[in-house]
Antibody, heavy 119, light 111 residues
Framework: QEQVVQSGAEVKKPGASVKVSCKAS????????MHWVRQAPGQGLEWMGY????????NYAQKFQGRVTMTRDTSISTAYMELSRLRPDDTAVYYC????????????WGRGTLVTVSS | QSALTQFASVSGSPGQSITISCTGT?????????VSWYQQHPGKAPKLLIY???KRPSGVSNRFSGSKSGNTASLTISGLQAEDEADYYC???????????FGTGTKVTVL
């Protein structure tokens, strides 16, 4: 069945970087955008950006520009989100979520990856 | 881009109907018929409930319905059930620069 499986929880120190992976299966990876959405503890959802696996074009939310890099490896149907210069307020669950090229909603979500930033 | 505005909490008794509102601007909710709604139970990933304002994906109960008027979108849950107790988020497409903006979220409590 269609699914996206994310990498496990991470603990990082302030100033470090984290790279979260999202492996797609059950569908053609390059036929859908892969978006990243985060949720701080007890808070709402926040859109971070996306990558088009077909070609690698990215678009990042202004808030994260300069700190986030989204990449992909089509040979293993995996998308990555790297966030640098981590701060304690980057502590959150990071989700990858799929969007078709032909519609504008998130129809398939990963289970999330908890990233904790603490000294 | 500011988050869409939702009331923090809504409650209702089993069998009742409740409506959750989501207010944006003329640049997002008011401009595009691309509002979606997501249900999130504690510790779980969001689940798509409604897309393109009022369409339901296959497998989603017809107790969930969506609508929009001006800059405000709404999600109605009819025949409220205990399993509907969760957080609900709206989301709107907001153009090719900002792309997507989520609502602040509404916690639904079934009394």
């Amino acid at each position: 069945q269609e699914q996206v499986v994310q990498s496990g929880a991470e603990v990082k120190k302030p100033g470090a970087s984290v790279k979260v992976s999202c492996k797609a299966s059950g569908y053609t990876f390059t036929d859908y955008y892969m978006h990243w959405v985060r949720q701080a503890p007890g808070q709402g959802l926040e859109w971070m950006g996306y990558i088009n696996p077909h070609g690698g074009r990215t678009n990042y939310a202004q808030k994260f520009q300069g700190r986030v890099t989204m990449t992909r490896d089509t040979s293993i149907s995996t998308a990555y989100m790297e966030l640098s210069r981590l701060r304690p307020d980057d502590t959150a669950v990071y989700y990858c979520a799929r969007v078709s090229f032909y519609y504008w909603y998130f129809d398939l979500w990963g289970r999330g990856t908890l990233v904790t930033v603490s000294s | 881009q500011s988050a869409l505005t939702q009331f923090a909490s809504v409650s209702g008794s089993p069998g009742q109907s409740i409506t959750i509102s989501c207010t944006g601007t003329s640049s997002d909710v008011g401009y595009y018929d691309l509002v979606s709604w997501y249900q999130q139970h504690p510790g779980k990933a969001p689940k798509l409930l409604i897309y393109e304002v009022s369409k339901r994906p296959s497998g989603v109960s017809n107790r969930f319905s969506g609508s929009k008027s001006g800059n405000t979108a709404s999600l109605t849950i009819s025949g409220l059930q205990a399993e509907d107790e969760a957080d609900y988020y709206c989301c709107s497409y907001a153009g090719s620069v900002t792309d997507y903006v989520f609502g602040t979220g509404t916690k639904v409590t079934v009394l």
